[in-house]
């Protein structure tokens, strides 16, 4: 059978891409990189981090609106910009917020360091839960556990299982573990626990402050 | 109760019903909408009820327990008609005087009449107030005529004489066409053509289909939702019924919040009465046509306003929003093309059919027809629902129906379209209040809250509470919209205690951008709205607070200072000994005064200044 596929411009280039796959898919696809963290592959996008927004507009023109394209399937005619001054603004402005909740979570310093953060504006918070709800959809999707889910709303939010008591659907199989990017304890370098780190995509410090010399605590892609 | 099989069983069935009401001379309506409950309504209808019932007149008066009248601030409130008086803030104690000198006598209780507060002058029925006069009453002014819990009061003012028209006189396309052309659209706020959103519903693939009706009613100070559905819920009922019908769907839900107990308890009695009288299930009308509505209860969360939050709300999950690049009109409720509307909308909808859309559309502006339903709070002599056409200016509504302020202080701004709208300052009163002009102001029309504020109100407190408000709304799934709001909070916080700096403004206005860009649904999208429109145009006000650590307003009060003035204090004492904090020193007879370091701001010394002394800066 063959596959249906559609027309789409990303970042200047016209790709032929197939029909039914989301934005964020058919850019990986040509190695164009849109930044994400609550997106992760065989499980379901949940667009909760914003992060990977790109520009989406249409062939003839017209107004353009923002939108996550972990969760926007493509479209004929479609034109997305995933590096527009609008969207970068927005990133920087997402990973600020981001990493002054989350500043020991190593996601949360590598989105910053990506997005090029030298200050944070905001006074520092040390939550390890970034509520990306990765360990929730693997432990649904993949594991048939059920054991997890987001209990509270909005500034009370968190993870947690049915009444705070293990249920027998889990089965300690650790998947949720596995996939928590809140378990990456950051590289410690010369930053104090709970500050803006990012030194290793300064140049000019670099050298001193990485311990290990391997720069390892930059991870080119996504770390997921 | 009868079953109504055909179109002309349902007229005959009017006609009894009206014949039946002619034997009644006399009707006394009392209001029983939730504002009024507040007042006591209850207990002066028990009276009435007790009274009549005591003289033997049962079969010649009619005792109404009716839906909101609007005017609530004036509640309890009870007209005698055929003569047409309207009495206001009617107690307990009033009943046996109505009965007895109204009733039998028809005589006026002056006491009980209005009083313009201007003109001084007592005006007899509702025609004569002015907060009735410039109002336009299509949707809302059944509820004073009949009572919601009564099909037959409904039948008998014409209701489901629409929907027999659109089942006999019209196919499902052309009720469409006469609602496209009719010009209405979405009352919930954003707007969208109504029957355009039906149309796709009906075009959009799939053999199931739902309806669904938004009285899920959040905002602060906001209530014509809940009056609607609580005063009038057939007329919800039989615009759900055409639309379904026009859309295919044979399934509806009523979403209504579990903190309007009065407005699910009459929904639910008009369901049962509508199933009875064969209205809703198999063969609606001997029209071949089966539709059934139930009523979903909602937590009462904020976002689950918000449609594909309400959708999951409805299938039993958490109540959160997702992606919407699939609307709901195509994939809405369990995955089937579901229709949404509001219920000022859905209530509309046998006022066109019945009327027909070229009567509809000649009322209001180009692009915005019809009227809407404003809830008038705020610093304004009248308060109350108040139901106007659309094109109406702000000052026309704030200084004509409001009755402008109150204490003689200036009014400095609106808040239209509650959290998700902005602040228009008074600058802007002439400005027609439709859809679209709302929006190119920076605020929207929303649900219809309407915060009028005077000069006693500080914009960065107000913006202030928005966002807290919607921060404890928030269901916290997208960064922007809970992280965000929460550093908004924070940094408007410091900006009221004083703590703000020149970064302060900046880095405000670019996290709400930001979050307005970005956010997953609409609350987080429009959650800035609040804070932009008050810089925008209250700009100094945040300035005075940073750069002057003031608060013109003086309601901050980390930033106001108490003091006694020499000149006026008479050294009585009375500052001294309401003073929680013993920060007052003085002997009697001299110049008393404050000592800053001990004062908690309370306020009390100047309640109780007899010589207004105590200054506030």
């Given amino acids: 059978m063959e596959r249906k596929t559609v027309n789409v411009t990303i970042d200047g280039r016209s790709l032929d891409v197939e029909e039914g796959s989301t934005i964020l898919q058919a ?23 914003r992060i990977c927004l790109v520009e989406i507009g249409n062939n003839g023109g017209g107004k353009t609106f923002i939108d996550t394209s972990c969760t926007h399937q493509v479209r004929e005619g479609m034109v997305v910009q995933t590096q527009s001054r609008k969207i970068i603004r927005a990133r920087r402005m997402l990973a600020e917020l981001l990493v002054a909740s989350a500043p020991n979570v190593k996601l949360a310093q590598d989105i910053a360091a990506r997005m090029g953060l030298t200050k944070v504006r905001f006074p520092m918070e040390d939550n390890r839960c970034i509520l990306c709800g990765l360990c929730i959809r693997m432990c649904y999707e993949q594991m048939d556990g059920r054991a997890l889910g987001f209990a509270g709303r909005g500034m009370g939010r968190r993870v947690s299982m049915p009444f705070e008591v ?17 378990v990456i304890v950051p590289c410690q370098g010369v930053k104090e626990p709970g500050e803006l780190c990012g030194r290793c995509v300064r140049f000019e410090e670099m050298p001193k402050c990485c311990p290990t010399g391997t720069f390892g605590c930059f991870c080119d892609q996504n770390p997921l | 109760m009868r079953r109504i099989k055909s179109r002309s069983d ?56 009716t839906g909101c009248r609007g005017f609530c601030e004036r509640g309890p409130i009870v007209t005698v008609q055929p003569m047409g008086i309207f009495y206001q803030k009617v107690r307990e104690k009033d009943v046996p005087l109505i009965l007895s000198e109204t009733i039998e006598k028809g005589k006026v209780l002056e006491h009980l009449l209005y009083q313009d507060l201007v003109t001084n002058q007592k005006a007899t029925s509702e025609k004569e107030i002015p907060f009735y006069q410039a109002q336009h009453r299509l949707v809302l002014g059944n509820n004073g005529l009949i009572e919601p819990t009564e099909i037959e009061d409904y039948v008998g003012i014409g209701g489901y004489g629409a929907l027999a028209k659109a089942f006999f006189e019209m196919r499902p396309d052309q009720i469409i066409d006469e609602i496209k052309a009719s010009g209405l659209r979405g009352r919930g706020g954003a707007g969208f053509p109504t029957g355009k959103k039906w149309e796709d519903c009906r075009n959009a693939p799939g053999d199931v289909k739902y309806v669904i009706c938004n009285c899920d009613e959040g905002d602060p100070g906001a209530y014509m939702d809940r009056s609607l559905l609580e005063g009038n819920p057939h007329a919800v009922l039989e615009g759900m019924i055409i639309g379904a019908f026009a859309i295919g769907a044979n399934r509806g839900f009523i979403y209504v919040r579990h903190e309007y107990p009065l ?19 198999k063969n609606v009308l001997g029209s071949g046509f089966d ?10 969360a904020f976002v689950c306003g918000e449609s594909t939050a309400l959708i999951a709300s409805i299938e039993g999950r958490v109540g959160e929003p997702r992606s919407k690049q699939i609307h709901t009109v195509t994939q809405g409720l369990w995955g089937k093309p579901t229709n949404l509307n509001n219920v000022e909308t859905w209530a509309n909808i046998p006022l066109i059919i019945d009327r027909g859309s070229e009567w509809f559309s000649s009322i209001g502006t180009e692009k915005s027809k019809g009227t809407k339903i404003f809830s008038l709070v705020g610093k304004v002599k009248n308060t109350g629902l108040v139901e106007v056409p659309m094109g109406i200016t702000l000052k026309k509504i704030i200084f004509d129906i409001g009755g402008g302020p109150q204490n003689g202080k200036k009014i400095k701004a609106v808040q239209t379209g509650g959290p998700s709208g902005g602040c ?19 605020s929207m029309m929303g649900s219809g809250g309407m915060i009028v504020m005077d000069e006693g109100t500080c914009m960065v407190d107000v913006a202030k509470y928005f966002v807290h408000f919607l921060e404890e709304e928030s269901c916290g799934k997208c960064l922007p919209c809970r992280e965000g709001l929460k550093r908004m909070g924070e940094i408007l916080d410091s900006i009221t205690e004083g703590k703000g700096n020149e970064e302060s403004l900046s880095l405000l206005e670019e996290l709400a951008e930001v979050v307005a860009d970005t956010s997953l649904c609409g609350l987080g999208k429009t959650a800035p709205n609040p804070v932009l429109s008050a810089l925008r145009y209250f700009r100094s006000e945040f300035e005075d607070h940073i750069h002057q650590k003031r608060c013109p307003a003086a309601v901050c009060t980390p930033l106001m200072q108490y003091s006694i003035s020499e000149t006026d204090c008479i050294g009585c004492g009375a500052c001294k000994k ?27 010394c100047k309640d109780v200044c007899k010589v207004n002394a105590v200054m506030v800066q």
């Fill in chain 1, 27 to 49: 850019a990986r696809q040509f190695g164009i990189y849109i930044p994400t963290l609550c997106y992760m592959e065989h499980l379901s996008p949940y667009g909760g981090c």
């Fill in chain 1, 166 to 182: 293990r249920p027998e659907t889990c089965r300690l199989c650790r998947g949720c573990d596995y996939v928590c990017p809140g």
């Fill in chain 2, 10 to 65: 349902l007229e005959r069935w009017k006609e009894e019903i009206l014949s039946k009401q002619k034997e009644y001379e006399v009707v006394v309506s009392v209001c029983g909408g939730t504002g009024c409950h507040a007042y006591g309504c209850k207990k002066v209808r028990d009276q009435f009820a007790k009274g009549i019932r005591k003289n033997g007149n049962g079969r010649r008066i009619r005792l109404k327990f």
């Fill in chain 2, 263 to 281: 407005a699910c308890k009459n929904a639910e009695a008009a369901i049962t009465q509508a199933r009875r009288a064969g209205l809703l299930g």
């Fill in chain 2, 291 to 300: 539709f059934d509505v139930e009523i979903s209860k909602g937590g009462g």
């Fill in chain 2, 424 to 442: 228009i300052p008074a600058s802007l009163f002439d400005l027609p209040v439709d859809f679209d002009s709302l929006t190119g102001v920076g």
């Fill in chain 2, 578 to 604: 309401v003073c929680p904090t013993e920060a007052i020193e003085g002997e009697r007879k001299q110049g008393h005064r404050i000592l800053s370091e001990l004062c908690s701001k309370c306020g009390s």
